[in-house]
């Protein structure tokens, strides 16, 4: 990829899926990595809630604040002019109302310059989506294995499996498209089942997260793609490369060198010329 490139819009995406090439997503949370992800020509990026594990080491995602958000997206943002960037509405700060759903949103898009924001949830969500995106601000919906709803769902697991469940979830992505979302990420549902709803899309995108290849396109977790999360590793997560592995003999390297005295050499650390160390000596005299 050079250096700079064009800024990815809406627009731009719905082109590259009517063209038929896969999207690419990832999730990040900070500037080094965002700068990584925009260099490799990622489309999309998607600040996650999911930061609440990978960055904060919480338990799950609900403890994450609204201003933990608005930081990690700022990072992002300064990383990534150019890439087409989704705020994550953490848990509570878009289901008690419209007001303070459109509120939090307009966070990510004025403090943190967001292009969107992604909420999850079905039927439930309609109200507040309308609202999200009469309100001028681009909405993406997710169903499916919705991780601030996991004890609802009865853990990480995958959700569509019966012909009932599935019919659900296809009815609602249908409903979040009518509301004005613009996207739709699917989380661990059946190939099957995210196949029919992407050919029913008409004016929506649909995303994949371990839900098969026939989406618009694919989203992984960054920490699970480069195994840098080391509490657990989804079965759909491919690991791209092993950057822990990589960054835990680095720093079992750095651990040695320094107990066995090897580093530093010379070349890092800073001499002083030998006129002023003579006279800093006669001065401490
Ligand atoms: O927070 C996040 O990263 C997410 C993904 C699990 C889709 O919402």
């Known amino acids: 990829m050079s250096e700079e490139r064009k800024k990815l819009t809406l627009t731009g995406l719905f082109k590259k899926a009517a063209e038929g090439k896969p999207i ?3 999730t990040c949370y900070d500037y080094p990595t965002a700068y990584f992800q925009e260099q490799a020509g990622v489309d999309m990026i998607l600040v996650g809630d999911s930061l ?37 509405m953490p ?22 310059g967001c292009d969107c924001i992604k909420l ?53 992505a249908k409903l979040l498209e009518k509301a004005g979302a613009f996207m739709v990420l699917l989380e661990m549902v059946p ?37 840098l999360y080391p509490n657990f590793k989804p079965r759909m997560a491919k690991v791209f490369a092993d950057a822990g592995s990589v960054i835990r003999a680095g720093l079992e390297s750095y651990v040695k060198e320094v107990t066995e005295k090897t580093f530093p050499q010379p070349e890092n650390w800073f001499k002083m010329a030998d006129e002023e160390y003579d006279e800093l000596v006669m001065k401490l005299k």
């Open 91 to 112: 848990y509570m700060s878009y289901q008690p109302s419209n007001e303070i759903a459109i509120k939090n949103a307009g966070r990510f898009m004025a403090e943190a």
């Open 52 to 88: 609440g594990m990978t960055m904060l080491g919480y338990d799950s995602t609900l403890p994450v604040s609204m201003d933990d958000m608005i930081r990690h997206s700022q990072a992002v943002r300064r990383g990534a002019p150019n890439t087409f960037i989704v705020g994550d």
């Open 191 to 227: 190939d099957r089942v995210c196949k029919i709803i992407t050919e029913r899309a008409r004016d929506c995108l649909i995303m994949s997260l371990g839900s098969g290849p026939d989406a618009h396109g694919q989203l992984l977790i960054y920490h699970d793609a480069f195994a």
């Open 24 to 26: 690419t997503w990832l």
């Open 120 to 172: 999850e949830g079905g039927e439930s969500m309609v109200e507040r989506i309308r609202a999200i995106v009469a309100a001028g601000i681009p909405v993406v919906g997710h169903l499916g294995l919705t991780p601030q709803s996991v004890s609802a769902l009865g853990g990480f697991k995958l959700q569509g499996k019966t012909a009932e469940a599935a019919l659900r979830i296809i009815e609602d």
